[in-house]
């Protein structure tokens, strides 16, 4: 299995993953990753991680939780949707919009190096999580251990995306957590 780390850069995103089966139909309840979650099905057919699969999506409506139920072209029954939780939809990166200033598809932060703002590598981003308190950026730290920081504009006042690179502020990480930095703006 592929994860986002071992693709290609800026090729895929991923839109959304099948939380489970909704009643006997086929339909499945969606956690989408998308700005308006009904959009996991806007951008066109959507395609397994490992691009073995594409399905075509009929969003139908919210479900609460921030998730969505979704008609899956040729899911028709319960067993069938069952079988599907867990997947993750990819759609190629040429069909998404273009992010807004200070937006950032969080496959364009994978891989980039988390410095100080010394200069100093402090490591790479290799996840961006958000367990319902805000973004936060999991980095492998140069030494090889795993930490998270906070996403935050106060934490990461800038993001170089054509130097590949993601400025923290060390000593504001270990003072406070604070709100996204969506939630800033």
Known sequence: MMNDTDQEPNTRVCVGVVTGAHGLRGLV?????TDVPEDVGAYGPVEAEDGSQSFVLDVRNRTGKGQILVQIE???????????????????????PEAEE??????????????????????????????????????????????????????????????????????QILRTGGNTRAQEQ
């Open 29 to 33: 309840r969606v956690r989408p990753f």
């Open 74 to 96: 040729g899911v028709d029954d319960r067993t069938k949707a069952e079988a599907l939780k867990g997947l993750k939809f990819f759609v190629p990166r040429d069909r998404l």
């Open 102 to 171: 200070d937006e950032f598809y969080h496959a364009d932060l994978l891989g980039l190096t988390i410095v100080g703002q010394d200069g100093a590598v402090i490591g790479t981003v290799r996840a961006v999580q958000n367990f319902g308190g805000g973004d936060i950026l999991e980095i492998n730290e140069a030494d090889g251990s795993v930490s998270n920081i906070p996403f935050t504009l106060a934490a990461v006042p800038e993001i170089q995306l054509s130097e590949g690179r993601v400025v923290v502020d060390v000593a």
